[in-house]
């Protein structure tokens, strides 16, 4: 099973892309869930809701590491075993850390017959509110962008290009190996693409890379 | 050295003294549930003193801890200010409903009655722990910080906003978290604990600076009146922090706590190691707990989690020795382990059997 991560801020447009991308994904054929914490406002079928939909106020937690790990991972199992989705879109708050999430995701291995592979970290910037989110909540955007392996600017039908080339900056400046792309969640450009990264890419897994990173301590590099 | 009882290794690690061992504490709270009647649920657990402490007193019979601690879960004073609190079967309970929707709502809160509530069961029952565990390990009672009850009620990433958009109001919310935080360190106060453990979550350098944590939670004001107050209250300051990148100067050099817990990210560039804490000078005058991954307890093999809490051992004992201390260093999980029904209990026996074998002190 694939767990996707959509990351971003509270309000950058999170839950509209979720929507938007497992409508896609479903047209391609793929048998899909979701994770996401709050579809009240978003217009979406009611059916779909039903079969697919589960709050995940669980993990606006901050702290995924122990209690809500357990909470969140039995959603993932749970969703496996009723479902067997190929893919899990997960909408993280704008404090969980990615490389948290993916650890909670692969400790759900232990509570059902599967394997968890890990989509690019996606994480959606909002253009249109740059400057105050850099000013309010630097770090916690900061943290997201780090950790992301593709970072979409979003909302680019009303920002202003101004916004667009500074969010861009930011972006590069913070992680400089991440793949920049633009988004409107809301008109559905670059939804497309955001389906082909979730698709085929993979990113590495928690497990794997803790070990590599400290087999690389040991042996000093 | 001749074997020492807890208490005994626990006081020569807080002051520095020799001892026979390190001292080792797997933050194992809700998991003990299953060891009660042949394991209850979370939710009975965490609504029944008497329940509550069983698990503690089971614990301890089974693993012959160092410490017990008595942490219930995150949502206690949230549930208790009257945020909604989902009650899995199972699961940790957690926030699903928070009660800020307007800046005008940080000023509703109420300090709630704590004789009322899981705050009350949560005092009930580290009382009954307390009196019957005190004469053999070092008890702690587990409190949330007044940041941190604030984020769990009102939502972590609204209240992260509203500190820069509307300050006065969330200091007005902050101050009323501080009020309900006396009221619960006088209730452990009474319980007989020797300690109090604080969770003040965001001394986070992924979430804050240095000045908003000042502003927010390290001051006279919240934090530093909190743990005086404690002190007061005739118990020693513990604070337990799984951040990733920990504010320790503050929490450490200037709260001056007798233990400080944590945890460690190896994927997270700046996420301090035991060696560094220690080479570092933060267990100078503070017993360290950490760092073993709390998932190891339910996806590790008992071999693999013996190995980790070996080389563990070795490398606090050699970061010890070179910074000429003693015990000052508590073999733990950097987090609590998950209390999960598929956790390995084996997996927490094999941490304290491998400390007792290989943390001793022999420099
Ligand atoms: N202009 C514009 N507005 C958008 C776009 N995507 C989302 N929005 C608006 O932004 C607001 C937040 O959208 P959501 O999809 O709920 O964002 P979210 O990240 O899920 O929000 P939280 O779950 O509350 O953190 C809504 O008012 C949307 O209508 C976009 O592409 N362009
Ligand atoms: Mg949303």
Redesign the interface.
Known sequence: MKVSQIAGFLGSGKTTAVMKIVDELMKRGRRMAIVVNDVGEINVDAKFIESHGLKAKEIAGGCICCQIAGTFSETLAKLHDAYDPEIVIVEPSGVAIPWGLKRAAEYSEAKADMVIEHAPVITLVDATRIDLLVKAVKRLVETQIREADVCFVNKVDTASAADIAKTEQLIKEINPKAEISHMSSESGHGIKYACDLIEKKISPRYDEAVEEELLKKQYKG | MAEMTHIERVMAALTNAPADRLTTYPIAC?VNRKLVNGGITYREWCHDPKLFAQAFIEGQKAFDYDFAIGLM??SVMAGDLGAGV?M?E???P????HIVNSPEDYEKFEVPDIKKGRSAVLLEGTKLYADKLKTEVITAGFLEGPLLAL??SA????M??D???NPSAVHKALETMTAYDVEMVKGFGKTGVAGLCWDY??AN?????DDQYEEFEGCKKYAVGLNELTTKEGMAVAIHS?A?LPHLDTQIFKFKPAIYSM?Y????PGSPSATEVIEKGYADNCLIGGQI???LF??GSVEKITQVTKDLCQEVKTALCKKGLQGKYCIAS???V???V?TKMENIKAVVDTTKQYGKIDW
Do not use: K
């Open positions: 809700g879960d995150l989902r899995d199972q699961n940790t957690f926030v699903d409903r984020s769990q939502g972590a990433e609204r992260f906003m500190m820069f958009t979550l965001w350098y992924s979430c804050l600076g799984c990733d945890a990210y190896p994927l997270i991954d709390p998932q339910i996806r950097g987090c609590e998950p209390p999960d598929h």
